[in-house]
């Protein structure tokens, strides 16, 4: 028995109306305010949305999915949708492509995987991926990350990455390794293990690719909490780590470029917000919170606001430029 629709009331109507009537007058209202209001706005939707994000994937799953993945591992290599262990890539890989010694390991944010890389695909007709495949001869070697520490998952890509390259078909000539937004913290953190194996990865690396990845951090403040972290992402560029972490030093000698957005110019409504949690940035209010410039010898490269980072032009031309 189908249900009857429901009813449209004349007050729906009366506001639709109304609504369509002064849609003239309120454009240039919106074009005055949209500036003004997005540095503020951006934030705040930041901080929203996780606390959407959470209960709506709760609520989509099924109850065996979500509580199998609590135990899975927060790094591993993807093929065919679905986790692989190192030794198994080769052979999966092999079935469908030919394998160089140049491998291209792109890792995607945390709670990201291999989808992450084909957003504007339809923009610029292939993935970098791909591209960098058909033209260069490179390797794509997917991975994924789970939301959690980035020490944590860089020690797990280190040690998966030596299980790869030690199980690898043909001898490994070069590794790149291409990281988006805070994907780029793990990488920062494998690059920093030295492994105790006589051919390590890091000696492979030869550069080192960040689209979107944050530049600087610093320890929590006392006063910070999780809103006032993503307040320093969003308005500062500053992310919040432990000591150990920022203490870490690269073990691979290799080119840095970092890909970053212009950001728009200076906001007197966002200059305001920004000062009014700067004194977070005082350790329990005794003195400044140093700050780490994560990739200090890398070069940085600014595009203008536009299409995501994992598929534009610009960013094609480069990698091909980089990696030949």
Partial sequence: MSRPAPRRTRLGGLFRRTWRATSLARRPISRAIVPVAAPIARPLAALAAPMMRTPLAIAGASLGRAVA???RPVFAFRHGDEDVPPGELADLLARTTTLTGRLLVLVPPPGEDEYLWAEGRDTTGATYAERLQTLLGWTPIHTRLDVGSPSRAGIELAS?????????????ERIVLLAAGNGGLAVRAAAAMRLPDAAPWTAKVTEVIGLGVPRYACEPSLLATGVGRRIDEQLAGI????????????????????????????????????????????????????????????EAFELPVGEPLTNRGAVHDALLRWLV
Avoid: I, K
């Fill in 160 to 172: 998966q990455l030596q299980r790869l390259t030690g199980s690898w078909p043909v001898p490994v």
């Fill in 239 to 298: 992310v919040q780590a432990d000591a150990a972490f920022l203490a870490l030093e690269p073990a691979v000698s290799a080119d840095h470029l970092l890909v970053t957005e212009r950001m728009a110019g200076p906001n007197p409504f966002g200059s305001a917000f920004g000062r009014l949690f700067w004194g977070r940035h005082r350790r329990g209010g005794r003195r400044p919170r140093e700050v780490v410039d994560l990739f200090p010898t890398a």
């Fill in 69 to 71: 993945e609590l135990d």
